[in-house]
């Protein structure tokens, strides 16, 4: 018997199961970003380096109120100083951002937590402009990938969870990459994305990243697909002249409402750093942005008799060679300055992975597996150790570094720990084998492995990192009435830190204060500064930094 099928079915199977498809990649990215985004946030302290100077800052713009008297022409909000760095350190627009979110939470959360939460915004627009960038570059589905790879970086997880004005400054750099990917396509937009990016990122951190989109920029402007799209360069040129107006009106106030800040800060920007740290960066790429670096070198080997006239490698080459050159140059010695130079890796990589060989894809696939569930193993143990006391040696050394006896055992974020290691390894026994899946695994494997940390040891790391509870306790061993605290050997963070737990500034001059706090050197203790001097309140920060203070009262 025959039988007739008025319909394709094998083509309406197919399609459904296309859309079915690409609905679960885009859920699954939606997902891992929002995990990847969210966990750490909120739930502890400012941390020093980064965290206490913004705090410190953050504290101030509260304490000087954006609408009273003088909070402007006397630069508190227009260039914003932390108590512990009396010199400007970047534009403002950060820490203006941070303290909206402050003054908006101030009812559910503690200001360190709400202007946390403007950094998870500033990540989102972020990875919203790196996914469209890696799509306008490659194809659809490409956007995906490159978000994949984004948030996989080593380097990347700790400072998008920090406060700290350069996460804003890579959104604004993140958006004027977007917009010179989009430029032959949709000139107007990218218009409007270059100007919008080029002012974010100048009125959060300042020249060095502005000159960053201005010399990619410029040399843009000089490739010949570009030389031959009349609109194209229109709107580059139109799009640097539209965020002129906007830094240079920030640039006239500071100098207007705040001129010693100015004068002390501008030098800072166009001052060379010699020797350069272009070796240091260069050996910090190299695990700071795995695994975007070797995916990308492998892009340019593949694709080699492209690349030099290719818009799309032409783009990425420019942009993270002067990049490069321009941080070497101008600044310091940390790993947080290397932010910028995951744009453009990431962006190669994006369009390279599919291109890997098996073997390779393999070898990165299970790079990924071990790393990851290695880092898992480790953050059950030590949990364990601390919840039991066994493994003895495990347990003493965590014990020794965090300051704390045992934790408690908290059923929420323990729930949320077992919930994402299982997720993680029933990825790993469901997973199939491929070039897309190797970036999808190292990204599912960088988002649990940091949330089953900060589930579990949230607690240690709080302990031996706060100094919410000495700074406490030193406020409420202040005298009633006194003029002033000078310092000895008080570091800037701690000063900052000071500022933001206790409201306490520290004067320079010690010559008419009645108050003294002195920071002893680990293992060492400093003498006295004199007769007239008594002890009123001692403390120590943690075992592990061994960090004590004595503060003196003047007889």
């Not at 302290?45 to 909070?71: N, T, V, Y």
């Not at 920029?217 to 040129?237: D, E, N, S, Y």
């Not at 997720?423 to 599912?444: M, P």
């Amino acid at each position: 018997m025959q039988f007739f099928i008025d319909h394709d079915w094998q083509e309406n199977m197919a399609t459904p199961r296309a859309k079915v498809g690409e609905r679960a990649k885009t859920h699954l990215l939606i997902l891992l970003c929002a995990i990847w985004l969210c966990v750490g946030l909120i739930g502890h302290s400012p941390w020093k380096p980064f965290e206490s100077q913004s705090a410190s800052i953050i504290q101030s713009l509260i304490d000087h109120p954006f609408l009273s008297a003088g909070s402007w022409t006397d630069g508190h909000w227009i260039a914003p100083v932390s108590a512990g760095h009396p010199a400007l350190e970047t534009p403002p627009l950060f820490y203006w951002v941070a303290t909206g979110f402050s003054q908006a939470l101030a009812t559910l959360l503690p200001v360190h937590d709400a202007a946390r939460l403007s950094v998870g915004v500033w990540m989102l627009v972020t990875l919203l402009m790196m996914g469209l960038s890696g799509r306008e570059l490659w194809n659809l589905g490409a956007g995906r990938q490159t978000n994949f790879i984004f948030i996989g970086c080593l380097g990347l997880v700790v400072s998008a969870h920090t406060i700290m004005p350069e996460v804003a400054a890579l959104s604004g750099i993140s958006m004027a990459f977007y917009a010179l990917t989009l430029v032959l396509r949709k000139p107007a937009r990218a218009m409007w994305l270059l100007a919008g990016g080029l002012l974010i990122a100048f009125l959060s951190a300042g020249l060095l990243p502005a000159t960053m989109i201005i010399a990619t920029t410029i040399g843009v402007l000089f490739l010949p697909v570009i030389c031959q799209h009349a609109a194209a360069k229109r709107a580059l040129l139109s799009g640097l002249a539209l965020a002129l107006p906007g830094i240079l009106l920030w640039c006239w106030l500071c100098q207007q409402w705040a001129p010693d800040l100015w004068a002390s800060w501008w030098p800072t920007q166009v001052n060379i750093q010699l020797p350069s740290k272009h070796v240091y960066f260069m050996r910090t790429l190299a695990w700071y942005a795995w695994p975007a670096l070797p995916l990308a070198m492998w892009g340019i080997w593949r694709f080699r008799h492209a690349v030099l006239h290719t818009y799309r490698f032409q783009l990425c080459l420019i942009f993270f060679i002067l990049a490069f050159i321009l941080i070497g140059f101008f600044s310091d010695r940390s790993e947080v300055n290397a932010l910028p130079l995951l744009i453009p890796l990431t962006a190669l990589a994006a369009g390279s992975i599919e291109t890997l060989k098996r073997g390779a894809a393999g070898a990165l696939n299970w790079f990924g597996l071990i790393l990851f569930g290695l880092l898992i193993a480790i953050a059950w143990l030590g949990w364990w150790a601390m919840l039991t006391g066994n493994p003895v040696k495990l347990y003493q050394r965590l014990a020794y570094l965090s300051g704390l006896q045992t934790i408690q055992l908290s059923v929420l974020y323990g729930t949320i720990a077992v919930a994402v290691t299982l997720i993680w390894l029933s990825g790993v026994i469901r997973s199939k084998h491929s070039n897309r899946s190797s970036a999808t695994n190292w990204a599912i494997g960088m988002t649990c492995a940091w949330t089953v940390f900060m589930s579990l040891w949230l607690p240690m790391i709080e302990a031996a990192r706060t100094y919410q509870p000495i700074f406490a306790d030193l406020r409420q061993h202040l005298p009633s009435d006194y003029r002033c605290i000078s310092s000895h050997n008080i570091g800037s963070s701690q000063a900052d830190l000071l500022h933001y737990h206790a409201g306490i500034r520290l004067t320079a001059e010690s010559g008419h204060c009645d108050l003294l706090l002195i920071e002893d050197q680990p293992g060492k203790r400093h003498a006295s500064p004199g007769a007239e001097w008594s002890l009123i309140w001692e403390g120590e920060q943690s075992r592990q930094s061994r960090e004590s203070y004595r503060l003196l009262q003047r007889r």
